[in-house]
T-cell receptor
Framework: ETGVTQSPTHLIKTRGQQVTLRCSSQ?????VSWYQQALGQGPQFIFQ???????GRGNFPPRFSGLQFPNYSSELNVNALELDDSALYLC???????????FGSGTQLSVL | AQRVTQPEKLLSVFKGAPVELKCNYS??????LFWYVQYSRQRLQLLLR??SRESIKGFTADLNKGETSFHLKKPFAQEEDSAMYYC??????????????FGQGTILTVHP
């Protein structure tokens, strides 16, 4: 059984650029949730994907978007990057209907 | 709107001493409360959930709806308990799982 894997581990972008972060869910998990963790803060819910559709969104603008693929892996896309988007982005997988989340190690995004 | 408050950013105790990490929440509905832990160089992982009423690694947490609290307690702290602890609030219901509101976290240090 493999755990949640995220790529890349680190990324540096400049303001205005676009970025794509990737997540492979734990084997058998059909739901992926994305979180943003700013320095010194707790994770903040961005959105969740289930059956390849968005299943709930937190307080994030539309320039944050995502995809889920038939194999349950997922992408997080952020357009028009802003300095405040600099953060650790965490992916968590779970079974739909289960409250137990399994987190990846995260992608550290720096926007200059 | 949901909110989770962990009033202590840092908490230091000596080995063998009791420890209590405080968590207060605000939510108008029926909450699901969790404690997540992140040990050094490891991923964020679930420690315990209130609905299970379980004890994990000697830790317990009781949901007090009157005081809207979910404090984490352990009678005798161990050095290996040193970690970052996050309290998290979830919504009840199948499709709501995985959409958590986290507190800012408390860094627990247990001194020998």
């Amino acid at each position: 059984e493999t755990g949640v894997t995220q790529s890349p581990t680190h990324l540096i972008k400049t303001r205005g650029q676009q970025v794509t972060l990737r997540c492979s869910s734990q084997s058998g998990h059909n739901t992926v949730s994305w979180y943003q963790q700013a320095l010194g803060q707790g994770p903040q819910f961005i959105f969740q994907y289930y059956r390849e559709e968005e299943n709930g969104r937190g307080n994030f603008p539309p320039r944050f978007s995502g995809l889920q693929f038939p194999n349950y892996s997922s992408e997080l896309n952020v357009n028009a990057l802003e300095l405040d988007d600099s953060a650790l982005y965490l992916c968590a997988s779970s079974l739909q209907g289960s409250e137990k989340l399994f987190f990846g190690s995260g992608t550290q995004l720096s926007v200059l | 709107a949901q909110r989770v408050t962990q009033p202590e950013k840092l908490l230091s105790v000596f080995k063998g001493a009791p420890v209590e990490l405080k968590c207060n929440y605000s939510y108008s509905g029926s909450p699901e409360l969790f404690w997540y832990v992140q040990y050094s160089r490891q991923r964020l992982q679930l420690l315990l959930r209130h609905i299970s009423r379980e004890s994990i690694k000697g830790f317990t947490a009781d949901l007090n709806k009157g005081e809207t609290s979910f404090h984490l307690k352990k009678p005798f702290a161990q050095e290996e308990d040193s970690a970052m602890y996050y309290c998290a609030l979830g919504l009840t219901g199948g499709t709501s799982y995985g959409k958590l509101t986290f507190g800012q976290g408390t860094i627990l240090t247990v001194h020998p």
